[in-house]
């Protein structure tokens, strides 16, 4: 395997958040700004943004968009990110947008943070809830915060949480791979 950074390694999407841990104001303002350093096409940065503290009134307008089984463990989490872009093209900015919440989920782990993402939500609901105009849509929502207990979680979570991570092999993600050049010695 290939050396990796460790805020690659060692980053991965819990469900099991500690429901004591807060996040503080400053380490807010650095995951926002890491998204918004993120590259764009055109410098566009169409992304937008909702972020609400566990049991403010933002969180808990994301919370009830989320699916039951999700609200069980989210619910835990110290904040809820709603990641949203603007109008144009969408395929664009819907990448841009992924750019944007990638850098977030780094910055999180150079904070002993996890972000867990989550694409399966009530949009329509959320778009009224947040009051976002038409412009706006949201695509994802990033459950932020330390990392609790995963025993706490229900049976049928916690095996997932507990499970060795597993991802594809490189070959098998691979579309094309080009054949070495052999290398020819310099006189």
């Known amino acids: 395997m290939a050396d990796l950074t460790p805020l690659l390694a060692f980053r991965w999407s819990p469900r099991s958040f500690d429901p004591d841990a807060e996040l503080a104001g400053d380490e807010a303002d650095s995951l926002l700004e890491a998204a918004r350093w993120a590259p764009s096409a055109g410098n566009a940065q169409p992304w937008r943004f909702a972020l609400g503290h566990r049991q403010d009134d933002t969180w808990k307008r994301i919370l009830v968009s989320l699916t039951e089984t999700d609200q069980r463990w989210a619910r835990h989490a110290s904040a809820l990110v709603v990641g949203a872009h603007t109008e144009g093209d969408p395929e664009q900015a819907a990448y841009d947008l992924g750019q944007s919440v990638a850098h977030l989920t780094?910055?999180?782990?150079?904070?002993?943070?996890?972000?867990?993402?989550?694409?399966?939500?009530?949009?329509?609901?959320?778009?009224?809830?947040?009051?976002?105009?038409?412009?706006?849509?949201?695509?994802?929502?990033?459950?932020?915060?330390?990392?609790?207990?995963?025993?706490?979680?229900?049976?049928?979570?916690?095996?997932?949480?507990?499970?060795?991570?597993?991802?594809?092999?490189?070959a098998a993600l691979l579309l094309h791979r080009p054949t070495p050049r052999p290398v020819t010695p310099v006189p």
Do not use: K
């Open 106 to 170: 780094v910055q999180a782990t150079a904070l002993g943070l996890h972000v867990h993402q989550l694409t399966r939500f009530d949009r329509a609901g959320l778009t009224a809830e947040l009051g976002l105009s038409a412009g706006i849509r949201p695509l994802v929502v990033a459950a932020v915060g330390r990392l609790g207990d995963p025993y706490a979680l229900p049976a049928e979570l916690r095996t997932r949480e507990t499970a060795l991570r597993r991802r594809h092999p490189l």
